[in-house]
């Protein structure tokens, strides 16, 4: 499952400085269809590799992948969900 972090992350640098603000933002507002959240406070200050490691860790693997596409495609970053994302081949 390691190969899914790393997707997470290469994923996440696409996004600019802006644009991985407003992942976060969309990330500590809730993502519908999925009940728990991470807390504002650890997300507050967190780098890419701490978002990916939150986002893991609150909704495993499988979970997180399918919170980053559908934060992805509110933010109209479609080309970048389905580049980097639905190679996992994990159903959505």
């Known amino acids: 499952m390691a190969v ?15 644009e991985l603000k407003t992942f976060i933002w ?6 519908e269809g999925f009940p728990q959240r991470i807390p504002v406070s650890q997300l507050e ?11 893991v860790g609150t909704y ?11 934060i992805l495609r509110k933010m109209n ?3 970048l ?5 639905l190679i996992t081949g994990i159903p959505l």
Do not use: C, H, S
């Not at 200050?45 to 986002?55: F, G, K, N, S, V």
């Not at 693997?61 to 399918?66: D, F, M, R, S, T």
């Open 4 to 18: 899914i972090p790393e997707l997470l992350l290469a994923t996440l640098n696409e996004l600019g400085k802006a």
């Open 26 to 31: 969309y990330l500590r507002q809730g993502v």
């Open 60 to 70: 495993q693997p499988e979970e997180a992948v399918k919170i980053t596409l559908e």
């Open 45 to 55: 200050y967190a780098d890419r590799e701490e978002t990916i490691d939150l986002m």
């Open 77 to 79: 970053q479609n080309q």
């Open 81 to 85: 969900a389905e580049t980097n994302l």
